[in-house]
T-cell receptor, first 109, second 120 residues
Framework: KQEVTQIPAALSVPEGENLVLNCSFT??????LQWFRQDPGKGLTSLLL?????REQTSGRLNASLDKSSGRSTLYIAASQPGDSATYLC????????FGAGTTVTVRA | NAGVTQTPKFRVLKTGQSMTLLCAQD?????MYWYRQDPGMGLRLIHY???????AKGEVPDGYNVSRLKKQNFLLGLESAAPSQTSVYFC???????????????????FGPGTRLTVT
């Protein structure tokens, strides 16, 4: 059974600082890994998807890396802004998604 | 395209009542999924379907039933609601590995906006 862990559970940083969010998983037999953003009381917004054959994926200020052999992914958000405050969820896909519990980020103005 | 839609958006039930949540997608996806999300937790898979007429159990299937009579619809039923089923329910859909157009990501899931269910 796939287990997905996100550390830390919560993070508070001043505006402008870079964010580093960690995700680990136990079974490396995956098709891809997705990072989502969720605002309070809202649905999921897909941020990045990394295929199992890729090492990283970038979109604007976001960069996600994947190390399948060690069961780890990291989401980097450069130059954080108050609008980046949200919960970030990591999910690994072996055609069914297994989610971590998320990291709640607060960016202080 | 509307993508993935869910009906209703909100619902309050009394213990023992029944209801059906409807998920619809217009992307011709083969796979569909139902998840629930509880406070402080990630999403957990309830049931899923790999094609019309098929269903399978996920991580937390007890107390729920599903049906996939049409490819574009996936229904989640609660026969006798319990307070433990108070949650936010998300539906998702995806192509299978070979079923999508060229260059689509295998099994990338697209999510609906969620249904907030309270059982009192």
């Amino acid at each position: 059974k796939q287990e997905v862990t996100q550390i830390p559970a919560a993070l508070s940083v001043p505006e402008g600082e870079n964010l580093v969010l960690n995700c680990s998983f136990t079974d490396s037999a995956i098709y891809n890994l997705q990072w989502f953003r969720q605002d309070p009381g809202k649905g999921l917004t897909s941020l990045l998807l990394i295929q199992s054959s890729q090492r990283e994926q970038t979109s604007g200020r976001l960069n996600a890396s994947l190390d399948k052999s060690s069961g780890r992914s990291t989401l980097y958000i450069a130059a954080s802004q108050p609008g980046d405050s949200a919960t970030y969820l990591c999910a690994v896909n072996d055609y069914k998604l297994s989610f971590g519990a998320g990291t709640t980020v607060t960016v202080r103005a | 395209n509307a993508g993935v839609t869910q009906t209703p958006k909100f619902r309050v039930l009394k213990t023992g009542q029944s209801m059906t949540l409807l998920c619809a997608q217009d992307m011709n996806h083969e796979y569909m999924y139902w998840y629930r999300q509880d406070p402080g937790m990630g999403l957990r898979l309830i049931h899923y379907s790999v094609g019309e007429g098929t269903t399978a159990k996920g991580e937390v299937p007890d107390g729920y039933n599903v049906s996939r009579l049409k490819k574009q619809n996936f229904l989640l039923g609660l026969e006798s609601a319990a307070p433990s089923q108070t949650s936010v329910y998300f539906c998702a859909s995806s192509y299978s590995k070979v079923g999508g157009p060229k260059f689509t990501n295998s099994y990338e899931q697209y999510f609906g906006p969620g249904t907030r269910l309270t059982v009192t």
